[in-house]
């Protein structure tokens, strides 16, 4: 095998090598990014249901000062 076709050769794998490189890393960001979405909105509906959870907390406080429910 001549030196410049055994150059040429060793170049396309090298090419191949580094576009799948490529390519993982880019599967390997977007995954990431899906991931970081997810625990976005996880954090969104958690703090939701805190808040929730403080009103309601709230609510049964403020009945349970009152004296409960009010009879007419």
Known sequence: MSKKKF???LEKRLFAIE???ESG???MAESI???KLRQVRTEMALAGL???CGALAK???DFWVSGGASTP
């Open 50 to 52: 805190l808040f929730l």
């Open 7 to 9: 150059s040429s050769s």
């Open 25 to 27: 890393l880019r599967e």
């Open 59 to 61: 609510a049964v406080i």
């Open 33 to 35: 990014r899906a991931i």
């Open 19 to 21: 576009e799948k490189l």
